[in-house]
């Protein structure tokens, strides 16, 4: 397989991403104007994703769905947007023919952490929802077992942050309200 020449630059990045997601499958995010490429998910990660996903559903508020494969737009910069594993939208997000939602309608981001991430590009895209506004991020860690729940974006980051490991419940804050179940969620092998 073989990519077209393309020549990413400030003002074609969306357009670079694309293709490159059209080529070879990967997933494409652009994050402070980088293009940052994974592979699809790998079972367990997926399966992170749709267990947690269950219990959220299972008692969400009314208004609100768990959409994937959603991407979310930096404010005010066209090049700019980052797909996490699970968001929880408006429910409206069914009609809208976006295809980037809004960060300010996002009510949680969740991202499983891959095997193959790097501590650096874990920070990178913590800073990125904290700068984009998004209320509250949850990030699980099937590496180690750990969880992280921040929220209340602030310059520079997230105001509050909650640490847990599997087996913690990760009590989400209003309007959500919910304590998920992280004993269920299967670790990486080592």
Known sequence: MSLPAMHPRPGNLREVAEEIERATGLRVEILGGALVMSPTPRGKHAGSIRRLRQQLEASMPTG???YEVTSIAMPDDVDDYCTPDLVLLPDSWDTDDDWLADPRDV????????????AAQITGKNGWYA?????????????????????????????????????????LLAPLA?????????????
């Open 64 to 66: 609100l769905a768990a």
């Open 107 to 118: 009510e949680l981001a969740v991202e499983v952490i891959s095997r193959s991430e790097r």
């Open 131 to 171: 700068a984009a506004g998004v209320r509250a991020l949850l990030v699980v860690d099937p590496r180690v077992g750990r969880w992280a729940l921040f929220a209340g974006p602030a310059s520079g980051g997230y105001a509050e942050l909650i640490e847990g490991v599997y087996g913690d419940p990760i009590v």
């Open 178 to 190: 919910v304590s998920l179940d992280t004993a269920c969620l299967p670790r990486y092998d080592r």
